[in-house]
Every structure is written in C-alpha cells, then in structure tokens.
C-alpha cells in the first residue's frame, strides 16, 4: 500500500540529506583535525593557514603534547581524522604519541602532516615515525638547508638560509601537476630556515618539493666555521624539502620541512631570486594544495561501477556474468571519479599515461590499455572500456585493474569469473574447417568406392557353367 508524504517531512529529508552532504564535502576521511602546538598561543603564527582549513570545513582541536586529555584513539576508534605536528622542543611526545600508536593511527586511515624547523630539535617519538618510513633526518636531529643561489635577496641577502624556488613540475608526464596547476610563470615558494630529509628506496614515498641541485644541508652549531664537504649531510636533489608518504590504504603523511612557510608572514611577504623582480609569495596558495593533498580533499579516486558482459551478436548480453566460454568476445568498462576539495568530478588520465586492465589467471593472459568511453561518461565520471577476445583456455581468471600512480589514490579492482570450454554442440562443423576438407574427401572417396563396388558385386551376372558328364564304356 502507497502512503503519501506530507510536504514538511519531505523538506526534512531534504534538508537532512543537504546537511549531510555538506559534512561529507571537506574530506573523503572526515573533518576532525588535531594541531598540536609546543604552546597553544603560537597558532597566532600560522592563523591564515589554520582559518584557510576552518573555511574548508575542518574542525580544529588544539593541543599541547603535555595534554592530558590527547588521544588519538578512544574505544578504538579514531578521535581525529587527521593530525598536524608543528615544532616543538620536548623530546618525547609523552604516551599518548609514541611511534605505535602513529603507526596505527596511519594502519586506521588516519593522515598526518608534519612540520619541521632548523631552530627546534625534532622529538625523538617523530624521528623514529620517520624511520618507519624510511626517511632519514640529520644525526643531530635538526639541520640547515641553504643554497647561494636560489635564495631570497630582501630577507637573506648574507644568510642564504630562504630558500626561493618555484613551485615544483612533475618529473614525469604521467604524474598529475596537483601543486603547480594555474600557478603564474614567476611565482616563487619562500622556504624559510628549513630542514631536508633523505628518502629510502621505498615505492610509497614521493617528494614534492626537491631542493635545487646548488642546496646543501649542514649543522650550523657545529659547521659555522669550517664546513667539510665530507660531512655534508646531503646536497642537491638528495634532500627532499617535502616528501609524500601514500600507505597502501591510502593513508597519507607528509613531512614539511619548513613550518615557517606556513606562517602567515610568508603568506603576504615579497620575495625575489637573485636577478629577479620580487613578487608575492606563493606559499598561501601551495599550503592549501599540500594541506588538501594530506588530508585527502585532493588526489582521491573513486570506481563508481564497473561492468563487464558479452559483445557478440544474437547473444545475451546480460552485465557481469560469473561464466564465460573460451574464444568469447567480451566488453569490459570501469567509471572513475576524482575528488576535488567539496565535489567529484571526471578523472582524465595525465598526458603519456595508460589505464591498463589485465584478463589473468596466474598470470595476464591480457594486458590491454582502457580507452575513453564517451557514451557512459558524465562531467561526474568518466568511464573507460576495452573489448577484447578471451583466450582459448578455460578456467577462473580475473579482470583486474591496477592503477598506483603518485598523489593519486590507489584503484586495485579485481572481479572473479569462470571460462568454460566449448560444450560439444557449440563446436565449428567439420564441413566449415578447410583443414579438414582432405578426411571429408577421403571418406567421400572411401564411401564412394565401396557403394561402386557393391553395386558391380549384385547387379553383374554370374558367368555360365557348362557341366557335363564322360560316359564309360
């Protein structure tokens, strides 16, 4: 029986489902975000990135890692969605942040960024986090990038220690421009009094900004006056100024080396290059896409359906059958989407780059590049399909795509299905075959030859007999 829906209660679902949306719109993780300070009073420093991420929707808790009342888990469940470590001078993060319990707030989906600065020894507890990840800081636990020629003329003329670099290219094409898309030509970062890190051979790890190849990295206590070549920590491309750390469920930490850039004093301050003019920071800007990438409102895919179903003529071709028979021509076709800060919109693959779909049992017997399917594609999702043949071998394959790539999301889609072999009406007739027109004529032949033959047996007379008897005498 239909009952009708009074017009408030359909105003109140409405509202509700828009509410929802709404809270859904900051973050695919959630907007629950942790900053801790060394001291509460210091988030007046970096008061227009901390309103830029409440303008985006995020809940900010702030706290001290003295606090009694931090947790990260409660009845184990993550408190936060996401977490922010600015420098801080305690050594320890008291136990409520030791390493486990980062691990397994990143193992619980959770994101962190993590900021570092050559003026604050960083906490043991964040060092050993770094380890897990493969990422190496100085011995000393702090350190100073410097370039003499990639610096900033009007605040470190003789120090050298602000870095002024453009916003950082993909090096290759397949990799998305997350943070340099619609930047201006002469926009410069400021990296102020910075710290690099070395990254390991870890496939999980990414850097973002890599420091220019005239970039060294030294201890300014124990090197201000002689400074050895050899005990350089690391120069050049080898120091990795912000690195991106993608778990395998898309967890995500990054390391920022330079807190400062955060600051609202290089959000509105000018810079200028050796030999350049001076212009206004990037950094307002950068933070938000760094910021975004960290705490997933960037780089997100998502698969809205995939289908997959015979392409044959006079056949059913129903979706995502669980059988197929060997030598079929089948249609696979797989809608992404990618996130964008409060709406999904259509995932366009980066120049040079390939969605692949591998058809394997043990291994691919198939590995074909998906292409853009217009007819199933919206302004929300874009769909790619391939058609191909299934081989001739029966048994339980896999359509499988496997799509990793850096600052995007993980897309590891695998659906299960059987190939049967030819049941024994379904094969070709021998007539049709040309390999087999050779045993047709030899039978024809064979046949032919024996009919003749009896034919000639019954239908010839039988030679006549003349018997006769000797008399005796």
Known sequence: MLRSTSPLLSLFSFLLCWGAALVSAVSISGNRLLAVFDEVGEKENYSKFLGD?????????????????????????????????????????????????????LNAKGNILHTLSSETTTPNT??????????????????????????????????HDVLALPPPVPVRSDISPLFSAGAPKDALLAFPHGVGAVLGPREHL????????????????????????????????QLSLITAFQAINSA???????????????????????????????NRE?????????????????????????????????????????????????????YAYDKWTSFSLPANDILQLEFSMLSPFHRLPLTLDETHSTPEASAYTVSFKLPDQHGIFNFKVNYKRPFLTNVEEKNTVSVRHMAHDEWPRSFV???????IAGIGATVSGWVVFVALWMYSAPTDKKVGSKKTN
């Open 53 to 105: 991420l409440e303008g985006r929707g995020f809940q900010i808790t702030y706290e001290t890692p003295k606090s009694e009342s931090l947790v990260l888990f409660h009845l184990g469940e993550r408190a936060y969605d996401h977490v922010i470590f600015f420098p801080t001078k305690t050594k320890g993060l008291g136990p409520n942040l030791t390493p486990q319990i980062l691990v397994n707030f």
């Open 126 to 159: 964040l060092v050993s986090l770094l380890a897990e990840l493969d990422i190496t800081l100085p011995t000393e636990r702090t350190g100073l990038v410097v370039d003499h020629f990639s610096y900033d003329t009007l605040s470190a003329a003789e120090t």
């Open 206 to 237: 990414t850097p973002i900004l890599r420091a220019p190849k005239t970039a060294y990295s030294y201890n300014p206590k124990e090197q201000a006056d002689v400074l050895d070549v050899a005990e350089l920590f690391a120069a050049g491309q």
């Open 252 to 282: 995500r930490f990054v390391l920022l080396g330079s807190a400062e850039m955060l600051q609202d004093k290089w959000f509105v301050t000018e810079i200028a290059a050796p030999g350049g003019k001076s212009v206004k920071t990037f």
């Open 286 to 338: 950068f933070a938000k896409r760094v910021s975004a990438w960290a705490f997933q409102e960037l780089g997100v895919l998502r698969v809205n359906w995939i289908e997959h179903h015979l392409n044959e003529v006079a056949a059913v071709n129903e979706s995502n059958p669980h059988i197929y028979r060997v030598k079929n021509d089948v249609t696979y076709t797989i809608s992404l989407s990618e």
């Open 433 to 439: 075959i040309s390999g087999a027109w050779p045993w």
